[in-house]
Structures are given as structure tokens and as C-alpha cells.
């Protein structure tokens, strides 16, 4: 075996010993990371500043100690920790998250690396381990998850009223109503010429009323909703219902990652309710739609070129629609705006994430 090297002497011997100096004392100060070293068993031989903030106990009271004096019970019981040694021995390191205990007893959840320290021989020399307390990203990321739990099963609520309302009014509203006009038609053939065009009114007024529900059960629940993307359904309604209107459109989608049915949902009614409001206040002429991937999300613009008053600035915190919109976007964890320009148009801009789809289970 080669002898030990000679350590450097003078200026270079200085410097590397006042890098090593600096180098501990970095180390020894960090407090959002509890960094320390194991020996070849396991056993706790340095302890920095994080690692008491993060665990509770000062160096003194746990040095000498084996590290699974951390791990949960579930976890020694499974011997855990001595397979976290092994696999860092085989592999170099190991990276884990999971329940660790602090002095008290109390819980949090950790983010643990170990690596294997070899000597320049291989021989096994000890591991080092860093360890960060994650505990508050976990509560954000679940607190997540279950708000969007809870926006998915708003949005399907939603939807089924809409549908259920939109069917009523279909198979009982609607009917009710052809019926009168058949039986005013009937009665029309019955009554003297006198009274046909009283009749006749009242005929185009039941006609009126017909049309007007069956758009209204259109508006609630739009035929092919569910069973198409949310690309397919924007150009449905934009063809099938936005240029009977007289509006010209233009329509571009540039998505990464298709959302899932309850975002396609949100985005698909807060258009609804733009172009509707388009239709009844801004006197255009042509409108103008864009879906696109922004900042992990979907960026929606819905723009108008008419007369800048689809909305009066002093009505948009009363008008039902506006709120509607509003509250949708909210509601995903976006934002919604809009902005008018005198004689040059609107344009209601909003933005909600496009997170991945849940898994089955935590969907339900």
C-alpha cells in the first residue's frame, strides 16, 4: 500500500485548511437542510444547526445514536433504514420521502438524501445525509389536490343541473308549448276569419316562446359537450350558433396539454357568456377567440370589435354575466379581466391552470 500523502505546507497548506475551515463552518450554519454524517453502522457522528432546528435535538444528546431513532415505527418494524443504508451502499446514494419524528415525537415529512462515503481504497467510510423538512409543501400540494377534488365535483354538479333543467325544459316546457300552438292552429280553422289574426298573434308568440326555450335548453347543455374536446365544442358552438347571429369569427388553439373535462368545461361557459354578452351589447361585427398554454395553464382572449361597451364600467360588479365569469375563473385558481376601448372593441381575457388529470381514485 502507497504511504499517506504529505500534506501541503505554507501558503498552499493555508489556503486549503481555511477552505476547509469556511467550508465546515457553511455547513454547520445552514438551517433550512439538517446535514450530517453516519458512520459505517449508521451511527450519528456530526450534527449541524438544520438538523437540530429541524429534529429538535442539540448534537450533544444525539451524537453516538443510530439514525432510525427517526424513522416511525411502521418504518423500523419493515427495517427501512437499514435498507436505505444498503441501497445507498449499492447504488451510492438514495433519495427518499416519507414520515420522519422529531424529539418530541411529532411527525413531519422529509425529504432525505444518504450518500456512501468510500475512501480512495473503496472501503467504506460512512454516509452523509441532508435531510429538508417538507411538511408545509405537502399540506400545499394536498390542499391542492383537494381543491381541486372539490372543483371537480362543482363543475360536474353544475353541469348536471344544467343538464336536468335543459331536459325538463325540453321534454316538458317545449312540449307543453308545440301543443298549444297545434291546438291553436286547430282552433284557428274553427273560428271565423274575424278573430285569425288575434289567433295569429298568438300563435307567432307561442312560435317565439318555443324558439327562445329550446335555445335557452341549448345554452344549458350543449349537444356533444361531454363527448368532445374542448377544441371540437368552441368550433361547434362558434359555427352552430355564433355566426347565425351575423358574426364573423376567427378561432385558434395552441394547447400543449389537452384539460381535463372540468377545465374544458369552465373555459368552454365562460366563452358562452363572453360571446353572448357580444351578441347583446357590443354591436360587432366580428369576433375573434384564442386558447393557448400559458404559465402552466390556459389563456383564453375573447375579442370583439365593436363599439367598446359590451359592459358598462360602473355595471360590471352587478352584471350576472360578468359575475359568472368572474367567479369560473376564480373558482379553477385563475383570473379573469376585461378591457374596452371606445369604438374599437372588447376583450375578455382569463387564465386557469391546466394541471394533469387526477388519478381515478383521487378524482372520485
Known sequence: MNPPPTPPTGAVGNLIQQSE??????????LDYGIFMLDAGGHIVSWNAGAARIKGYRAEE???????????PEDIATRK????????????????????????GSRFWANVVITALF?????????GKVTRDMTERR????????????????????????????????????QTMAAVGVRLQLLAEQLPPVHAAELAQLNASVTDAVTRLRTL?????????????????????L?????????????????????????AVTIFRIIQEALLNVRKHADAQRVELHIASADDGLLTQVIDDGNGKAIAPHAVH???????????????????????????GTTVEFWVPNPPALPPGDAA
Do not use: C
Request: glycine share 8%; hydrophobic share 35%.
Open 21 to 30: 475551515t469556511a467550508f465546515t463552518l457553511l455547513v454547520q450554519g445552514v
Open 62 to 72: 444525539i451524537t453516538g445514536k443510530h439514525f432510525s431513532i427517526f424513522y416511525p
Open 81 to 104: 433504514p437499514q435498507r436505505e443504508l444498503e441501497i445507498a451502499i449499492a447504488e451510492g446514494r438514495l433519495e427518499d420521502e416519507g414520515w420522519r419524528l422529531r424529539k418530541d
Open 119 to 127: 475512501d480512495d481504497d473503496g472501503v467504506l467510510r460512512g454516509f
Open 139 to 174: 399540506n400545499a400540494e394536498l390542499a391542492l389536490s383537494q381543491r381541486r377534488r372539490l372543483f371537480g365535483h362543482l363543475v360536474r354538479a353544475q353541469e348536471l343541473e344544467r343538464r336536468r333543467i335543459a331536459w325538463a325544459v325540453h321534454d316538458d316546457s317545449i
Open 217 to 237: 335548453s341549448f345554452r344549458l347543455h350543449p349537444p356533444g359537450i361531454d363527448q368532445h374536446g374542448l377544441a371540437e365544442s368552441v368550433a361547434g358552438h
Open 239 to 263: 359555427e352552430d350558433v355564433v355566426h347565425p347571429w351575423g358574426l364573423t369569427s376567427s378561432f385558434s388553439y395552441r394547447v400543449v396539454r389537452e384539460p381535463t373535462s372540468e377545465t
Open 318 to 344: 352587478e352584471h350576472l354575466g360578468i359575475m359568472e365569469m368572474r367567479e369560473r375563473a376564480e373558482t379553477a385558481g385563475g383570473w379573469w379581466s376585461m378591457n374596452s376601448r371606445p369604438e374599437s
